[in-house]
């Protein structure tokens, strides 16, 4: 078994996990998101249950997005990052909380230490995302 991340979603927490299956370390996750539709009219919705390949970068995609990136392949693009427009500091490393569009955030410097992660092992590494 490779490393790995698990999103479990009644906690909104993300956990790092090692090749044993055992817990590195947790951070908080949220997957509150704005309800309404998106612009082909599907309804707006968190990155559903399932299994993801991730890849990360620590490049910044604009203040919606913080300071790092993660992307998990879903098809509507539903992927983990900090920021949050609205915020009064969004790339502040503890930002503050704002709803997405459908994508889970994290806090900038938990994000950073995250996808940091992923690219030190090889930036491929398995999201389970699970209730």
Not at 58 to 75: E, F, M, R, V
């Amino acid at each position: 078994m490779k490393m790995q991340l698990q999103f479990i979603r009644s906690k909104q927490r993300i956990y790092r996990m090692d090749s044993y299956g055992q817990v590195i370390k947790s951070y908080e996750c949220r997957s509150a998101f704005v309800p309404g539709y998106n612009h082909l009219g599907q309804p707006r919705e968190s990155l559903p249950n399932g299994l993801y390949w991730c890849k990360a970068d620590l490049i910044s995609h604009g203040a919606a997005y913080g300071t790092s990136y993660i992307y998990t392949g879903d098809y509507r693009y539903r992927d983990i990052h900090g920021g949050g427009s609205g915020l009064s500091n969004p790339y502040a490393p503890y930002q503050g909380w704002v709803p997405t569009l459908g994508c889970l955030r994290m806090q900038n410097a938990d994000c950073d230490e995250v996808a940091s992660w992923i690219i030190k092992n090889g930036n491929h590494m398995l999201l389970e995302v699970v209730d």
